[in-house]
């Protein structure tokens, strides 16, 4: 199974502030097609996840850009660039070569 | 408007069977895999198994393989997660997804005696 590991696992940030989030997988992503297949998600309270970056880096739908995703082969990042306070909730990277998640990495407001 | 719509919450006992659904609307259902994910209560996000509609190829996560059944039913746009004998851990919620980015709102699962 590829583990992804996330850190860390919770974060307080003051609004306005950056925030910075690492998943690194126990094997490459990169997969034959050229594509890397990692994901990150959001799970706000009380919601299903909602889909933040999809293989890397790409934006999803209607996602604020103060959210940027980088890294390749098994080092990944999420950066958001001004946390604000409706981006409290728990932030998980997702592989979907084996489809496995993250631990979660729970953001709150200081 | 795209959208998966879950069955509602399901209160069974030990031992009992089970088939949740997911209905989709506004895309077209053949043509993207659905997912089931587990969450436990206060835990994380599992992925179960995925199918894809158009010619029913299922794959389970090892965790789960042998301990749940993933169908779907093209002709209403519906897929469905089912045990045969719930145990008091498959308390959860269940969450189905298509294709990684539509979400049902979930279905909570709970066995008790």
């Known amino acids: 199974d590829i583990v992804m590991t996330q850190t860390p696992l919770s974060l307080s940030v003051t609004p306005g502030q950056p925030a910075s989030i690492s998943c690194k997988s126990s094997?490459?992503?990169?997969?034959?097609?050229?594509?890397?297949?990692l994901y990150w998600y959001l799970q706000k309270p009380g919601q299903p996840p909602q889909l933040l970056i999809y293989?890397?880096?790409n934006r999803f739908s209607g996602v604020p850009d103060r959210f940027s995703g980088s890294g390749s082969g098994t080092d990944f990042t999420l950066k958001i660039s001004r946390v604000e306070a409706e981006d409290v909730g728990v932030y998980y990277c997702m592989q979907s070569i084996q489809l496995t998640f993250g631990q979660g990495t729970r953001l709150e407001i200081k | 408007e795209v959208q998966l719509v879950q069955s509602g919450a399901e209160v069974k006992k030990p031992g009992e069977s089970l088939k949740i659904s997911c209905k989709g609307s506004?895309?077209?259902?053949?043509?993207?895999?659905i997912g089931w994910v587990r969450q436990m209560p206060g835990k994380g996000l599992e992925w179960m198994g995925i199918?894809?509609?158009?010619?029913?190829?299922?794959r389970y996560s090892p965790s789960f393989q042998g301990q749940v059944t993933i169908s779907a039913d093209k002709s209403i746009s519906t897929a469905y997660l089912q045990w045969s004998s719930l145990k008091a851990s498959d308390t959860a919620m269940y969450y189905c997804?298509?294709?990684?980015?539509?979400w049902g709102k979930g279905t909570t699962v709970t066995v008790s005696s």
């Open positions: 506004g895309y077209s259902f053949t043509s993207y895999w």
């Open positions: 094997q490459s992503l990169l997969h034959s097609d050229g594509k890397t297949y």
């Open positions: 293989e890397v880096s």
């Open positions: 997804a298509a294709e990684g980015h539509v």
């Open positions: 199918i894809y509609p158009g010619d029913s190829d299922t």
